[in-house]
């Protein structure tokens, strides 16, 4: 009787042998067969595109992240490159979408552009935020050069650290009301020296805007007027006062 049990022992003990086998086998081919899948031609990305991409191009985004076609889709770190991207200081987000199976999409939230800021001979691009986004030697027209912000440094990427806080403000608020009127087609200066007597310059007409207050009233006003006005006229706008007619003295 111990001859026989100890002989099925033996035979147990060989199919279980044969079956840790089987399954190691099984569990080789099963991962062999993912990573066949994974690194299959079928998630090598073709096709990159950007959306929303105003301050770069496709090529460039991708040269910033490491992407390139050809890449295994599967194996690509997207939130790493979200993470890179979003350190640009034009953009706002990033988010890259993979269309199964081989594209993939950039999409970009990015700043814009609000005013200018001069610097030591260049300027200084500045968003909504009075976030610096560019430093260039000249600027475009059809956004405020703003004058009398009081500040010794910058950080690219960063919003700019004034010791007249209030200037800083007042000049974002005119800004948006300044494109609210479709005055970037016009050159536009604004000095916020004192923000109890804010000037503007805009072509040759210098308008003095005074305080805050009635201030998107003042803005359309000047909108209005300055439109009427040959670019070759030079003269004072006063609108400080509402409440007085408004005047433009022609400079002879």
Not at 99 to 115: D, G, H, S
Not at 124 to 138: F, K, M, P, S, T
Not at 144 to 158: A, D
Not at 222 to 251: C, H, N, W
Request: proline share 2%; with cysteine; hydrophobic share 40%.
């Amino acid at each position: 009787m111990a001859k026989i049990s100890h002989t099925k022992k033996k035979i147990r003990s060989h199919k279980h042998k044969q079956n840790m086998q089987k399954y190691t086998i099984g569990a080789v081919l099963f991962v062999m067969a993912i990573a066949a899948l994974i690194f299959s031609p079928i998630f090598a990305i073709q096709n990159i595109r950007a959306e929303n991409a105003i301050h770069f191009t496709t090529s460039e985004l991708c040269e910033k992240v490491g992407l390139s076609q050809g890449d295994n889709a599967i194996l690509f770190s997207k939130t790493k490159a979200e993470m890179i991207l979003q350190k640009e200081p034009y953009i706002q987000k990033a988010n890259i979408v993979w269309e199964f199976p081989n594209t993939f999409v950039i999409v970009l939230t990015e700043r814009k552009v609000r005013a200018y800021v001069p610097y030591m001979g260049s300027y200084l691009y500045i968003d909504e935020a009075g976030r610096v986004l560019d430093i260039q030697n000249n600027y475009v027209e059809g956004l405020p050069l703003v004058k009398g912000l009081q500040f010794t440094e910058f950080q690219k990427g960063e919003v700019l650290h004034v010791e007249n806080a209030k200037s800083l403000e007042v000049v974002l608020h005119i800004s948006q009301m300044i494109q609210k009127y479709q005055l970037t087609e016009m050159v536009v200066e604004i000095d916020v020296s004192n923000t109890e007597d804010i000037y503007a310059q805009v072509n040759g007409v210098r308008v003095h805007l005074g305080s805050m207050e009635n201030m998107d009233q003042k803005i359309r006003n000047m909108a209005e007027i300055v439109k009427t006005i040959s670019k070759e006229d030079r003269g004072i706008l006063d609108l400080s006062d509402l409440s007085k007619p408004m005047i433009f003295q022609y400079l002879t």
